[in-house]
């Protein structure tokens, strides 16, 4: 089965600029979550997309956003790009089928850096 | 809040078994998680807890007291391969939202 995918892998863009991220799912997997990684921070948070709906959000500005298609695919979107929204930008899937056990696995993310 | 907190960096010798500590204080439980992360490489699922006790899986352990909002991971005979940072994360009670320790830097000395 193949693994999470992300496009692109690295990215590099100017302030004011906007991006857009993509991730597939692993097959079957409904849930996708995104993160957000930098030395400073670690790993937070950005939003969960379950079903084409965002079930969670993190604490992020309204800069940062996503949407979720009926294959489960998602992409997400950071517009007016700051300097410090230079991070890797991780993408998780999981079955989310309910039960307690539901594991989130990641895909290689996409390396964003702004100038 | 929600906190989680590990030791930044940790060194160990080949062979040897290491200890790798976590507490964390969220306002909803539904699990804990470990990850391993090398440098430049995505998290990769080590192991998951929901009910107190300890959990085995070859090599590695993790071990839960959610009365004392605490777990460990440990890993035996250790291997120069295991040098990486290991992510502890807690899923809130709230779907399928993770928050992740800072990570500790394992170093596995010859």
């Known amino acids: 089965k193949a693994g999470v995918t992300q496009t692109p892998r690295y990215l590099i863009k100017t302030r004011g600029q906007q991006v857009t991220l993509s991730c597939s799912p692993i097959s079957g997997h409904r849930s996708v979550s995104w993160y957000q990684q930098t030395p400073g921070q670690g790993l937070q948070f950005l939003f969960e997309y379950f079903s084409e709906t965002q079930r969670n959000k993190g604490n992020f500005p309204g800069r940062f956003s996503g949407r979720q298609f009926s294959n489960s695919r998602s992409e997400m979107n950071v517009s007016t790009l700051e300097l410090g929204d230079s991070a890797l930008y991780l993408c998780?899937?999981?079955?989310?089928?309910?039960?307690?056990?539901?594991?989130?696995?990641f895909g290689p993310g996409t390396r964003l850096t702004v100038l | 809040g929600q906190n989680i907190d590990q030791p930044t960096e940790m060194t160990a010798t080949e062979g040897a078994i290491v200890q790798i500590n976590c507490t964390y204080q969220t306002s909803g439980f539904n699990g804990l998680f470990w990850y391993q992360q090398h440098a430049g490489e995505a998290p990769t699922f080590l192991s998951y807890?929901?009910?107190?006790g300890l959990e085995e899986k070859g090599r590695f352990s993790s071990f839960l007291s959610r009365s004392k909002g605490y777990s460990y991971l440990l890993l035996k005979e250790l291997q120069m391969k295991d040098s990486a940072s290991y992510l502890c994360?807690?899923?809130?009670?709230?779907?399928?939202?993770?928050?992740f320790g800072q990570g500790t830097e394992l170093s596995v000395k010859p």
């Open positions: 994360a807690v899923r809130d009670n709230q779907g399928g939202k993770l928050i």
């Open positions: 807890n929901v009910l107190d």
């Open positions: 998780a899937s999981s079955l989310q089928t309910g039960g307690t056990t539901d594991t989130q696995y």
